[in-house]
């Protein structure tokens, strides 16, 4: 099955953008959704976006607010979402997920237990 390795985060200041990268190895990644969480210091674990295998996604729009594109090019099996106009409460450890219940179904699942293989994190630090 796919290993993940998230890449992209950082200190960036209020307004600023990222682009974090979810990038796959492995037999299995392009047939099965995949999906950004956070987690801000403090505070538990949630549902960033998710992008169905075909490229269909799916946003928090409390936690993205418009600001946020998740996209995936299963040519280099990567995932990636696109950070802009970054706010301090933005800051998290962000890690990608891959749910092996979604093998080709038009599903992105919002819980973070639905998903069986994570990556280990990428930080994201917002400062003002």
């Known amino acids: 099955q796919a290993q993940l390795a998230e890449s992209g985060g950082g200190l960036v200041q209020v307004g600023g953008s990222l682009r974090l990268s979810c990038a796959a190895s492995g037999r299995t990644f392009r047939q099965y959704s995949v999906a950004w969480f956070r987690q801000p210091p403090g505070k538990e674990r949630e549902f960033v976006a998710g992008?169905?295998?075909?490229?269909?996604?799916?946003y928090n729009a409390d936690s993205v607010q418009g600001r946020f594109t998740i996209s995936r090019d299963n040519t280099v099996s990567t995932v990636y979402l696109q950070m802009a106009d970054l706010q301090p409460e933005d800051s998290a450890a962000y890690y990608c997920a891959v749910d092996l219940n979604s093998y080709h179904r038009q599903i992105v699942r919002t819980n973070a237990g639905a998903y069986d293989h994570w990556g280990k994190g990428t930080q994201v630090t917002v400062s003002s």
């Open positions: 992008v169905t295998w075909s490229g269909d996604p799916t």
